[in-house]
C-alpha cells in the first residue's frame, strides 16, 4: 500500500481529478480530501474511500511523491530533519537580544560537544543552505568563539556553534549523555 510523503511538495499541486473530469485543488492533501468528499455528497454520490483515492492518483501522476505505507515509515517521514530543526532552532534566536558567556566557558564547552557522539554534521546541501547556516550563526553570535568541530546536537536539534556562546540554562532530557554541559542534573 502506498502513502505520500508529507516531506515532498508535489510539483503539480494538490489536486485530484474526479471521474466528472472535475479539479478539486486545496492547500494540502487532507484539504483536497475534504473537497472531494463534500463534493459527492452535494452530488449525492457514494463517497467510497477518498482519501486512497487521492493517494492513489496523486502516486501516478508523480510517483516521487509516495513511499510504502508502514508505521515506521511514517513515523520516520513525519519526523523533522536535524537541518530543518537547527535551521528552527537559530531562526527563533534571530532578532533577539541575547546574553553571551565568557570566550573560556564557550572553549570548554566546545571541548565537551567536540568528542561527543551527538555532534552530528548537518547535510548541508546547496551553498545558499550553508551561507544562510553562516549568516545566521553571524547574527546571533556576531565573531564570537568558534569551532570548526562542532555541528548541530541530534538530541537537541541545536547549532552547537551558536548554543555554546549563549548564557543558556539546562534542559531536563534523560537522552542526553550525563557529560553534557546542557544537561540539567
Same mark, same amino acid.
Given at each position: 500500500m502506498k502513502d505520500i510523503n508529507p516531506n515532498v511538495h508535489p510539483k503539480s499541486g494538490y489536486k485530484f481529478q474526479e471521474a466528472d473530469q472535475s479539479w478539486h485543488v486545496a492547500d494540502t492533501w &487532507?484539504? #483536497?480530501?475534504?473537497? #472531494?468528499?463534500a463534493y459527492r455528497r452535494r452530488r449525492g454520490v457514494e463517497i &467510497?474511500?477518498?482519501h486512497q483515492e487521492v493517494i492513489e492518483q496523486a502516486c501516478r501522476r508523480e510517483p516521487?511523491?509516495?513511499?510504502?505505507a508502514n508505521a515506521a515509515t511514517q513515523t520516520k517521514l513525519r519526523e523533522a530533519s536535524l537541518k530543518t530543526?537547527?535551521?528552527n532552532y537559530l531562526n527563533s534566536l534571530r532578532? *533577539?537580544?541575547?546574553?553571551? #558567556?565568557?570566550? *573560556?566557558?564557550?572553549?570548554d564547552r566546545a571541548a565537551v560537544c567536540?568528542?561527543?557522539?551527538?555532534?552530528?554534521?548537518?547535510n548541508e546541501g546547496c551553498s545558499s543552505c550553508r551561507e544562510s547556516l553562516k549568516a545566521l550563526r553571524q547574527d546571533i553570535i556576531g565573531d564570537r568563539h568558534r569551532d570548526g568541530r562542532l555541528n548541530s546536537c541530534a538530541i537537541?536539534?541545536?547549532?552547537?556553534q551558536t548554543a555554546l556562546s549563549l548564557d543558556s540554562q539546562t534542559?531536563?532530557?534523560?537522552?542526553?549523555p550525563a557529560h553534557c554541559w546542557r544537561r540539567r542534573s
Open positions: &487532507g484539504g #483536497v480530501v475534504a473537497r #472531494v468528499t &467510497g474511500n477518498v516521487v511523491l509516495c513511499t510504502e530543526r537547527t535551521l532578532g *533577539k537580544q541575547h546574553s553571551f #558567556v565568557d570566550d *573560556k566557558l564557550a572553549r567536540a568528542g561527543c557522539p551527538l555532534n552530528i554534521p548537518l537537541l536539534g541545536e547549532d552547537i534542559v531536563v532530557n534523560g537522552e542526553l
